[in-house]
């Protein structure tokens, strides 16, 4: 055993452990979890509940008006007494080290209770803060806001810090609940629950635990209560059920962007000019056009002034954008335009062009245009050639894993050869996809918001409580039932797939946020239980029918058995109402539109920009975040930013959240073109090298601690395992711990009897 236990901490973790190495206790040891035992009182009519421990008095819930009693009943281990007048029934029973709440209604539409007033809250908004009552920065960030517990949560717990203790509320579910923040003039928290008509279950509750101020604890209070529930699933277990898992262990998330196939490279201008006003590109204006695309117009704008041999940045521009959306065109083709055909167009042409694959179509489209546009373009065979020396130049650099996200599953399907050669190279790839939102006209902008089956927009979209339907996302569309959306998804999924694309992981865009809803249609009456088990299943489903490493945006736990890994706990959208960061272009705070002028990456994701100092405090700062859903969920869901917030895209951050994301164990999250490469390429290989190794094996280990070691709270560790720790000096000079030095923007990492130190200092913007 001595022998087996060396090799899983000295060789290559994931290997052993995924080849039966069994020493889980040794890298793992339990965390002692302090949930004391308590004497609890109650007064009915204000639902005052007092837990007592060692003559200590905590009072869980601020006092609620006085309401009259009736039927009350208590002994030493259980009360229960009814609200007549507010149509509620109550029920507490005493467990070993908790005090199990039950608020039943018996004819309420809604009910508020608890209402925390503590000295301080343990909350897990996104991947933890720790929010003292008083904050000024939180006070007027929170109050007067209210949140829904299910999206704004990421794991369904509480806690406030009253005298001595914290009281942990863990809710018995997420739906239909939501947090309004009240300043009165401390922040208060008040917990309310809706009881919907159309849900038969019509009580919530919670488990109330008295336990250490201390995010460790109160987050292994919940850990254990996820696991005896039978909620918890390792990536160690994740990986022997699909041993591509494991490639997320030491892996950067990478969004890869290309403008599509063809590049201005690709093109021969010169020769371009006698065609310009021809027939070809005639019917690509036509059919861009009657796409309702805008790059139709500009293209008939550059034809008409472009003056042959003087070729500008802007035109070509036009002309790749145009050419690449032209490609994914099912109307592209007609005879006259197209008369010479090659052997490849000719095959596809003969199975009939609606009984083509979408990579069919494009493979189609591409000889098509390469037979019209002849020596004015180079071969197809040679095109996207780019994106594949790309992946390889990220490996040669010392990207040995890493996971590749492309923005939607065309770019993919038109460069097969790129996501092979990714494969090959050992990354995970796969396409982003959502079924959020669905249009009644197909958009080729927007493919993730069509549907094959014309029926869905009318019969499967969801309906509020007022009998107005759900808008889609930006006001487009409409939301799409998750009950009534399996068929298209496996539709999808399988057209993707038919030819063999070697993607063998799959993003699936909300599915984990918590974005839930009541569909009061009629036809389909779904409660919001309903309609998140849907989302869970469709990406089962993906998961196991198809094979794939499946991701969400979010990560809120409820998905955390079916998920490998997600984007958005660490750093989630951030103001999304900011006027000035989302629509005045002139803003230094503006982030950017979805397009970019310069092609490759989209400003949104690309364009470095400040932030406003209170969402400094809110988002980033150290003083105020702790690891409290990796402390629970460390070694099972995989969790990085948003897509919008990449780890380079606020200026002024980029050496804190290298700092972070050693100290979390969080992946960094990249946007990536074949120009930004060549600016970032020194950065990331050098944060990787360092980053890369740790990864690989704390992220198999629980995260057993954290702990603030100044009085500022600036230097903090993490402990993984047995004998792995790291600890990060967010300030600007140097601590002193225990004998050593931490320097000024550094993280120390051990792992054993190794030390390495990282100074972040040098990489900031």
């Known amino acids: 055993m001595k022998k087996l236990i060396s090799a899983c901490l000295s060789g290559a973790l994931v290997t052993a452990l995924l080849s039966g190495c069994q020493s889980v206790d040794t890298i793992n040891p339990k965390t002692e979890v302090h949930d004391y035992d308590f004497t609890f009182q109650v007064q009915p009519e204000t639902f005052d509940i007092t837990l007592t421990r060692n003559g200590v008095k905590e009072k869980v819930s601020k006092p609620l008006t006085p309401m009259r009693v009736t039927r009350f009943e208590q002994n030493q281990t259980q009360a229960s007494w009814e609200y007549p007048d507010q149509k509620i029934r109550v029920n507490l029973t005493k467990q070993k080290t908790y005090l199990d709440v039950r608020i039943q209604s018996t004819g309420a539409s809604k009910f508020e209770w608890p209402v925390l007033s503590g000295k301080s809250y343990t909350l897990p908004l996104w991947e933890g803060k720790q929010i003292p009552s008083r904050d000024p920065h939180w006070q007027a960030y929170l109050g007067g806001e209210t949140y829904h517990f299910s999206e704004d949560f990421s794991m369904r717990f509480l806690a406030a810090n009253l005298n001595r203790h914290a009281v942990v509320f863990i809710a018995d579910d997420i739906f239909n609940d939501q947090v309004t923040f009240q300043n009165n003039p401390n922040l208060e928290l008040h917990f309310s629950h809706e009881f919907p008509t159309i849900n038969k279950k019509k009580t919530y509750g919670f488990r109330l635990y008295l336990t250490d101020q201390d995010p460790t604890q109160i987050?292994?209070?919940?850990?254990r209560h996820i696991q005896e529930l039978g909620e918890f699933k390792s990536l160690v277990q994740k990986a022997k059920e699909n041993r591509n898992v494991a490639k997320l262990f030491g892996a950067p998330h990478i969004y890869l962007w290309n403008d599509g196939i063809l590049t201005d490279s690709d093109l021969r201008w010169q020769k371009l000019d006698p065609l310009l006003k021809g027939p070809t590109f005639g019917r690509i204006v036509e059919v861009l056009n009657a796409?309702?695309?805008?790059?139709?117009?500009?293209?008939?704008?550059?034809?008409?002034?472009?003056?042959?041999?003087?070729?500008?940045?802007?035109?070509?521009?036009?002309?790749?954008?145009?050419?690449?959306?032209?490609?994914?065109?099912?109307?592209?083709?007609?005879?006259?335009?197209?008369?010479?055909?090659?052997?490849?167009?000719?095959?596809?042409?003969?199975?009939?062009?609606?009984?083509?694959s979408e990579q069919e179509l494009y493979t189609l489209n591409k000889h098509l245009l390469k037979s019209a546009l002849g020596e004015s373009v180079t071969d197809v065979q040679t095109w996207g050639e780019g994106i594949s020396d790309l992946i390889r130049e990220m490996s040669r650099s010392g990207l040995n894993r890493a996971w590749i996200g492309l923005p939607n599953w065309a770019d993919g399907l038109m460069n097969p050869v790129a996501v092979n050669t990714a494969n090959k190279t050992g990354y995970l790839i796969g396409p982003y996809d959502s079924y959020h939102s669905i249009h009644k006209e197909q958009n080729m902008d927007w493919n993730t918001a069509s549907f094959k089956d014309p029926t869905l927009y009318e019969r499967a979209t969801i309906t509020d409580v007022n009998g107005q339907k759900v808008k889609g996302f930006l006001g487009r569309g409409r939301k799409l039932n998750p009950t009534l959306s399996l068929p298209a998804v496996n539709q999808r999924v399988r057209d993707i797939l038919k030819n063999g694309i070697a993607f063998n992981s799959w993003f699936v865009d909300c599915d984990a946020t918590g974005e839930i809803y009541d569909d009061y249609t009629p036809e389909h009456l779904t409660t919001q239980a309903q309609d998140l088990q849907a989302r869970l299943k469709r990406m089962n489903v993906i998961a196991t029918r198809y094979h794939m490493v499946v991701g969400s945006e979010g990560g809120n736990d409820f998905a955390s058995r079916v998920i490998a890994f997600a984007h958005g706990i660490e750093t989630p959208v951030i103001a999304w109402s900011d006027k000035d960061m989302r629509q005045h272009k002139q803003s230094p705070y503006y982030i950017g539109a979805y397009w970019s002028q310069q092609g490759g990456t989209?400003?949104?994701?690309?364009?470095?920009?400040?932030i406003k100092e209170r969402y400094q405090h809110i988002y980033l700062d150290p003083v105020y975040s702790i690891p409290l859903y990796k402390l629970v969920y460390n070694d099972s869901v995989i969790t990085t930013?948003?897509?919008?917030?990449?780890?380079?895209?606020?200026?002024?951050?980029?050496?804190?959240?290298?700092?972070?994301?050693?100290?979390?164990?969080?992946?960094?999250?990249?946007?990536?073109?074949?120009?930004?490469?060549?600016?970032d390429k020194e950065l990331i290989s050098a944060f990787i090298k360092v980053w890369s190794p740790f990864h690989r094996e704390a992220v198999q280990r629980e995260l057993t601690s954290f702990n603030t070691l100044s009085p500022d709270r600036l230097v903090q560790e993490t402990r993984f395992g047995k004998d792995m720790r790291v600890i990060a000096n967010f300030s600007t000079h140097a601590y002193s711990y225990q004998g050593e030095t931490i320097p000024a923007k550094s993280a120390v990492i051990y792992t054993g009897t190794q030390k390495q130190i990282f100074n972040a200092a040098q990489f900031d913007n």
């Open 219 to 223: 987050a292994k209070i919940y850990r």
């Open 291 to 356: 796409n309702a695309s805008d790059s139709g117009q500009e293209l008939a704008q550059v034809i008409k002034s472009h003056t042959p041999g003087a070729w500008d940045r802007y035109q070509k521009q036009v002309i790749v954008r145009a050419l690449n959306t032209a490609l994914k065109l099912k109307t592209l083709y007609e005879p006259k335009h197209f008369p010479h055909p090659d052997k490849e167009a000719r095959a596809l042409l003969s199975k009939g062009i609606d009984k083509l």
């Open 602 to 610: 989209p400003d949104r994701f690309g364009k470095p920009v400040p």
């Open 641 to 679: 930013h948003h897509w919008e917030w990449g780890s380079l895209k606020i200026k002024g951050e980029i050496s804190d959240r290298m700092l972070k994301e050693l100290l979390y164990n969080v992946p960094p999250l990249y946007h990536v073109d074949e120009r930004s490469w060549q600016k």
